[in-house]
Structure formats: structure tokens, C-alpha cells
């Protein structure tokens, strides 16, 4: 395979430095974050139809990075105009109340989007992205997307389909807030942040309702009758689902549910 621009050009600062350095500047550990932005990138459904060496161009330019839980990926008006696809681990996207109450509008998972980005119908005004757990998220700029469109314009349509879900999907929110009884609310956040143990890791009681929209007395409630249900068993920010079919019985609309909200 042919050398990147990228890598020769390290190459030449190497053999300027004098240095032959291989962890630092050589070029098995670009190689390797490259490829690594590229298989993220062919994996994104809006990309899917750019050919490898478009995908290997744009990847070069992606910038990768870590953040640990307790950090911040985006706050608004700090963060400025860009698209995050999250890599590796999981996200909160939540907004602020006026009393300070966390509202979350989503817990994304691996292959995820989001971020600040007006030609997407894609905007963060308001609202925060902090990992659950370790995140490894790739960022790309407006230019970087708007180049993307203008050369490969079945991107574009993807675009459209993409917003048509995200509306579709915050209209759920709403409906499900508004309307759902608690238990039903609280099992199936249960069912959708399962791993493929059966367990809910990484959240507290308090972060738990605040993904249902609920206050931690009611959810709490909501979980020690699963528990005496032998649904669920819990341990310290680790929830088990034991029974699935009795949880997802629960997120019907027939189940009576006394608990407020």
C-alpha cells in the first residue's frame, strides 16, 4: 500500500529531528487511528456510500478523543459548530431545568451522532453531552460534512431520512413522558440500557429517573416492587433483568400504575 501525504510528511520531520522515534512520531500509530476513524466512519449510515479512499482522506483529518466519566463532551456555547460520532462507550444528552433537574433526552450508544450542526437540522442549544462510562468519540467540522455532501449528493437524502427519525423519535420522548405511566416508563429504560448481560450498568437510582423523566422516590419505588417481582435483582449502580418477558409485560399500556411521578 501506497504512503499517506500524512505519514511522509512524518517521516520527513523525523529524519529532520534526527529521530527514529517509533511511538511518538512514527507512523504505525497514525496508521493505526486512521483506520480506526475510517471503520468508524463506514459504519455511519450517512456515510456508507463513500468509496475507501474517500473514506481514508476524510478520516486523516478526524480528530479522536477520550473522555473519562465526570468530564464534559459538549456544553452549550462552548462547543461551537460540529458533528461527534461516539466510538466507544455511552453518552447522556440531557438539558437543565430552571430549578437545575437534569431532563435526559437520550443515552447514546456506540455509532451514535449528535452535536451542533444547522445544516443537519442537528442543534445542542441548550443541551449537554457527559459520558456514562469512558467515551472515544471522533469529531468532524461543518466543512468536513459539507464537503462530503457536495461530492456524494445520496449522502444528502440520507441527511433528510436522518431528521424525519430524529423528529419521530423526540415526538416518542414527549408522548412517552406524558403519557406513560411510571413502571412502564422505568421498564422499558430498563429493557433499552441493557447490555448483552441483562444488566443496566453505570447508573445511579437518581440518573435512572432522570432518563425517565421521574423523581428517584417514585423510580425507586417502581424498582423494589420489580425486585419483589422477581424481575430484576439490584446491586450498587448495577441492575439485572431477570425476568425480560414479565419487564416487557410491564411496558404495556394495560398495567395499572398507582405511583406517581
Do not use: W
Amino acid at each position: 500500500m501506497a504512503e499517506t501525504e500524512a505519514v511522509m510528511a512524518i517521516r520527513a520531520v523525523e529524519r529532520l529531528l534526527g529521530t527514529q522515534r517509533r511511538g511518538a512520531l512514527g507512523d504505525a500509530p497514525l496508521v493505526e487511528r486512521v483506520r480506526a476513524r475510517q471503520l468508524l466512519l463506514s459504519k455511519q449510515e450517512l456515510f456508507r456510500d463513500l468509496d475507501p479512499a474517500d473514506m481514508h482522506r476524510i478520516a486523516e483529518r478526524l480528530p479522536m478523543q477520550r473522555y473519562e466519566r465526570g468530564s464534559t463532551i459538549y456544553e452549550p456555547g462552548t462547543s461551537g459548530e460540529r458533528l461527534v460520532i461516539l466510538k466507544e462507550g455511552r453518552a447522556r444528552l440531557y438539558r437543565l431545568s430552571g430549578d437545575g433537574r437534569k431532563l435526559v433526552l437520550t443515552i447514546a450508544q456506540p455509532g451514535t451522532t449528535f452535536g451542533e450542526m444547522a445544516m443537519l437540522g442537528q442543534f445542542m442549544a441548550g443541551t449537554y453531552a457527559e459520558p456514562v462510562d469512558t467515551c472515544l468519540v471522533c469529531v468532524m467540522t461543518r466543512e468536513d460534512l459539507e464537503e462530503i455532501v457536495s461530492q456524494h449528493p445520496p449522502v444528502a437524502m440520507r441527511v433528510i431520512t436522518l431528521l424525519a427519525r430524529r423528529l419521530q423519535k423526540a415526538e416518542q420522548k414527549l408522548e412517552q413522558v406524558a403519557f406513560q405511566p411510571i413502571a412502564a416508563r422505568v421498564a422499558e429504560a430498563l429493557l433499552d440500557l441493557a447490555n448483552e448481560r441483562d444488566e443496566v450498568e453505570g447508573f445511579s437510582q437518581q440518573e435512572l429517573a432522570e432518563v425517565v423523566g421521574a423523581s428517584r422516590e417514585s423510580v425507586t419505588r417502581t424498582l423494589v416492587e420489580f425486585k419483589q417481582a422477581r424481575l430484576v435483582a439490584i446491586r450498587r449502580r448495577c441492575i439485572r433483568i431477570l425476568d425480560r418477558n414479565g419487564l416487557e409485560l410491564r411496558t404495556g399500556d394495560g398495567v395499572e400504575d398507582s405511583l406517581p411521578a
